[in-house]
């Protein structure tokens, strides 16, 4: 046994050995310019060997370092400031994206109509005046423009209209029409949550609603009964696509059920004023 043991310290020994002959020939061939200090600061690994049951640990350049068949860095030894950067990071982003939705619902343009719009969102939970991201569509793409295109329905209807005479309700249809078109197009080209969308959006709601109320108001004046079944049909065929609207309210989908309102809505509004227009 003190024989075996005898061979291990031996053994032991002749490793310490070969490892600084090996460190030695390692600085001989080492570049002129070559300095320890430097390489140790500019790779901060700590390595250790452990042989048999017995440390070696040796100082390097004045740092304590201790070995074992694995190295690994001083990143590894700070996994505290890891997370707390991690959670900077974090805080951060968050920052940024409270300061972008507190951006995106201010009223600066809203100008004399922000009570009224802080009404509307306060009331409706911030649903009235909210609307749908139609990404990846834009003004430049072909869905774009075909769903922008759909205004013009309005635009002929109030011609027609006012040709056979209804400028009044002619000059609604075609403002209808106008801001449809300008409210979409900032919807297409500034995509979710911008002011510049919801101002147009606010203003659509006025002048849609006052093309309804007379719609409305010519067909109680005309009698339930004297209102054309094709007006019916279709009216209700344009409340049918723009609750659908609300049921798919991105993309494709609302792009689709909104330009068949336009359509639908349009030639309502034309059907109901010619027969006010023949009572």
């Not at 635009?155 to 801001?179: H, R, S």
Request: hydrophobic share 45%; net charge negative.
């Amino acid at each position: 046994m003190m024989k075996f043991q005898y061979i291990s310290h031996q053994i032991q020994a002749l490793a310490v050995i070969i490892i600084c002959i090996a460190s030695s020939s390692c600085l001989a061939f080492a570049p002129s310019n070559f300095n320890l200090k430097n390489y140790y600061s500019s790779h901060p690994f700590d390595v250790h060997v452990t042989i048999g049951a017995t440390s070696l640990n040796t100082p390097l350049d004045g740092r304590p370092s201790t070995v074992q068949l694995f190295a690994h860095t001083k990143e590894q030894d700070q996994p505290n400031n890891d997370r707390e950067s991690n959670q900077e990071k974090l805080e951060s982003f968050q920052t940024d994206i409270q300061e972008k939705f507190e951006e995106d619902r201010s009223y600066n343009a809203f100008g004399i109509l922000t009570p009224l719009a802080k009404s509307l969102d306060s009331f409706s939970g911030d649903w009235a005046l909210s609307y749908a991201d139609l990404h990846p569509a834009t003004p430049r793409t072909i869905e774009g423009q075909a769903f922008l295109a759909t205004n013009v329905c309005y635009t002929v209807a109030g011609i027609v209209l006012g040709i056979q005479g209804d400028w009044f309700f002619a000059a609604l249809t075609e403002l209808a029409g106008i801001v449809s078109f300008w409210y979409h197009y900032s919807q297409l080209e500034f995509g979710k949550d911008r002011e510049e969308v919801r101002l147009a959006l606010l203003t659509d709601y006025f002048t849609a609603g006052a093309a309804l109320i007379t719609g409305g108001f010519y067909m109680a004046d005309m009698g339930i009964s004297a209102v054309p079944l094709d007006a019916v049909i279709t009216g209700a065929g344009a409340v049918t696509c723009l609750s659908l609207c609300w049921v798919w309210e991105f993309g494709q989908p609302y792009l689709f059920w909104h330009s068949l309102w336009h359509i639908l809505s349009a030639y309502t509004g034309f059907l109901v004023g010619q027969a006010h227009l023949g009572a």
